[in-house]
């Protein structure tokens, strides 16, 4: 158990819809990294978070977005889903600053059908 | 921006042999590099990392090794089990505290 908890573990929608992945971080860290992990690919960076703020982006789409809030658990909302958006979402934390180890979730299934 | 290449994408051992992984990466000024092991369908698991101030670390069977000169970073898995099937990623730096991901090593492990 790596401490970072996931919710949902499944999500199965359809085309055109919207759909919220939450994330909590490990008790202590501040920063929250999300990233998308699509069928035998490779993890692709999306957006972090540090203590409610927003620090980096990666390829997230347009149609994607992402908050972290006070209480520091993460919210990723995706809207207009297309086919292409299936994929396994994954939530990551670390304590914050440079060069610090980062923890992943267990994801979140994503199915668009 | 950072780049990392791994390679190999797949490798196929017999238990009790060794494994070596191998990434490269492109920012001179990256000094922190992770390890991670994916089994199917569940999540990566941080598995060892390595400090550019080190050019080695061991935990057990496993251990990193890292040339700054050359900029690559390798992982080595001694007396492979059946057990260390799974996926398996380095990451660099990537800005602040991003980790770029390499595409990923698919290590088979044949009793």
């Known amino acids: 158990d790596s401490g970072v908890t996931q919710t949902p573990k499944h999500l199965i929608t359809a085309t055109g819809q919207r759909v919220t992945l939450r994330c909590s971080p490990r008790?202590?860290?501040?920063?929250v990294y999300w990233y998308q992990q699509s069928l035998d690919q490779g993890l692709q960076f999306l957006i972090q978070?540090?203590?409610?703020?927003?620090?980096a982006k990666g390829n997230i789409l347009e149609r994607f977005s992402a908050q972290q809030f006070p209480d520091l658990h993460s919210e990723l909302n995706l809207s207009s889903l297309e086919l292409g958006d299936s994929a396994l979402y994954f939530c990551?934390?670390?304590?914050?600053?440079?060069?610090?180890?980062?923890?992943f979730g267990d994801g979140t299934r994503l199915s668009i059908l | 921006g950072e780049n990392v290449e791994q390679h190999p994408s797949t490798l196929s051992v017999q238990e009790g042999d060794s494994a070596v992984i191998k990434c490269t990466y492109s920012?001179?000024?990256?000094?922190?590099f992770p390890w991670y092991k994916q089994e199917l369908g569940k999540r990566p698991q941080l598995i060892i990392d390595?400090?550019?101030?080190?050019g080695e670390k061991k935990d057990q069977r496993i251990a990193v090794t890292l040339n700054k000169t050359a900029k690559h970073f390798s992982l080595h898995i001694t007396e492979t089990q059946p057990e260390d099937s799974a996926v398996y990623f380095c990451?660099?730096?990537?800005?602040?505290?991003?980790?770029?991901f390499g595409a990923g090593t698919r290590l088979a492990v044949h009793p």
């Open positions: 990551a934390s670390s304590v914050g600053g440079d060069n610090q180890p980062q923890h």
């Open positions: 008790s202590g860290d501040l920063s």
């Open positions: 978070y540090y203590n409610g703020e927003e620090r």
């Open positions: 920012d001179s000024a990256s000094n922190y």
């Open positions: 390595i400090r550019s101030n080190v």
């Open positions: 990451a660099a730096p990537g800005g602040y505290n991003k980790l770029i």
